[in-house]
């Protein structure tokens, strides 16, 4: 029998560090080749990391909570399989990166390292067991992940239909029951009119109806706490300081009559096509912010500093960025050549976005090659702001709190929805005319969302 050292990968983001978050096994346990051991937080996402050998767990040579270098030791695997002695996973015999290990003589291989991707876990889903009956809730039966999600989305489990083969919960039974139950303020609450981004569900109708809540004083009263800056937050401060201090940045904003928005969204929700989607004002603004990138390209544009000097690029598709806050910190995902989607997928897209940040899974590759972000603070009760732009792009649009004031219609104060369209901009990509048309555009189209038939 010979013992195997598993040495922190990097997972195809140029990772240098990582934290350990929790391990998925104890010294004893017996695991099997892409068996989830243990789950990591990089700069940029939660992954989880597959056994690259078959055997029983020696000794956890980190503790959660660590923070750990690429190509150090975490955990020893004692396995059965003929070797002439300890192996470290990522190196032959010969010192050449291995692209798989195999599991006892099995051939099973290891998806994910030395391919210079992503850690990809293709752990079995084994059937609900008589002990995980006896954990779910009232009688319910559900795995601890979809516990969890249910938790975070505020889900009673024993008010969800099971649509699993053996009876149980599933992910998406959670999810669609969220739905019905309008949990997410942001979606299901006209006035707020924009993706939530946080995980905590909330009742009240508004930010500002609802006192804030005092954090619980330390255990032993010291009169502060020292936070470590690591992971996303230590990603997230970087970038924003870089961005910041390297882009000059220069903001607008106006006033918007979004009635006719919120009159749409009313009516794609009672569509039949759109019967299985949330549906919320962040579709309009969606297509709004497309549509006027069409109009002024260089908002989709970035500066690019080269060798011989810098330079402009400027993009032909666009990579759209939505700013969520997690447990984890702000996460930037996008979706992917958005301006070739139709209506129901943009909306689609959203939603799978939006339930993926919550659920802490957003991954490095769905943050990559933004072109343009939006962000919400209407969450918050705020009508405006002066976000900073994502690094490596030129603008970002923020969309405040939609609530109904009084406006002047034809000569005649009445109720509208109004909602306030703000964006920072890169002066050295964007002139004034530009991004105040930019802005302007996309105003237009809350406004009056039938121009998108043009």
Do not use: C
Request: aromatic share 4%; charged share 20%; net charge negative.
């Amino acid at each position: 029998m010979s013992t195997q050292t598993f040495v922190l990968p990097d997972v195809g983001e140029g990772l240098t560090e990582a934290e350990i978050v929790s391990w998925h096994v104890a010294p004893g346990d017996t695991v099997a080749v892409n068996d989830v051991l243990v789950e990591i937080e990089t700069a940029k996402s939660l992954v989880e990391l597959p056994s690259p050998f078959a055997g029983t767990v020696g000794e956890l040579l980190v503790g959660e909570g660590d923070t750990v270098n690429v190509g150090a030791a975490i955990i020893t695997i004692a396995s059965a399989a003929d070797a002439s002695g300890p192996a470290t996973v990522g190196q032959t015999e010969h010192g050449a990166p291995a692209e798989a290990a195999a599991s006892e003589g099995d051939g099973a291989v290891l998806v994910g390292y030395g391919t210079g991707g992503p850690v990809q876990s293709r752990r079995r889903k084994p059937a609900v067991t008589a002990q995980e009956r006896v954990e779910s809730s009232v009688g319910v039966v559900a795995k601890p992940p979809i516990r969890k999600l249910a938790r975070d989305l505020g889900v009673d489990l024993a008010a969800v239909v099971p649509t699993g083969p053996a009876g149980e919960v599933t992910r998406e039974d959670v999810v669609k029951q969220a739905s019905q139950a309008s949990v997410f303020r942001n979606i299901e609450t006209p006035e707020w009119g924009a993706v939530r981004e946080e995980t905590i569900p909330v009742a009240a109708p508004a930010a500002a109806s609802a006192p804030p809540r005092d954090p619980a004083p330390p255990a032993d009263d010291a009169r502060e706490e020292t936070i470590a800056v690591k992971g996303v937050r230590k990603a997230v401060a970087s970038g924003m300081v870089q961005s910041a201090y390297t882009a000059p940045h220069v903001s607008v904003w106006t006033d918007v009559d979004a009635t006719r928005t919120m009159e749409l969204v009313k009516r794609l929700k009672a569509s039949p096509d759109f019967a299985d989607i949330r549906i919320s004002p962040l579709l309009i603004m969606a297509r709004a912010v497309i549509w006027a990138v069409r109009r002024t390209p260089m908002v989709n544009a970035a500066w690019i500093d080269a060798d011989g000097g810098a330079e402009i690029r400027v993009r032909r598709y666009v990579n759209l960025g939505i700013a969520a806050a997690t447990p984890r910190g702000l996460l930037v995902p996008n979706i992917k050549d958005a301006q070739d989607l139709s209506m129901r997928d943009l909306a689609r897209s959203l939603e799978k976005l939006t339930i993926t940040a919550r659920e802490g899974k957003t991954t490095p590759a769905d943050q990559q090659q933004g072109t343009i972000t939006i962000t919400n603070i209407g969450v918050f009760g705020m009508d405006a702001g002066t976000p900073i732009i994502n690094p490596g792009e030129s603008g970002i649009i923020a969309l405040g709190t939609i609530r109904q004031k009084p406006w002047v219609v034809d000569g005649e104060v009445r109720p509208r929805w109004v909602t306030t369209v703000a964006g920072s901009f890169d002066h050295r990509v964007i002139d004034g005319d530009g991004m105040s048309r930019f802005i302007a555009d996309v105003a237009s189209i809350l406004e009056e969302p039938a121009l998108l038939l043009d």
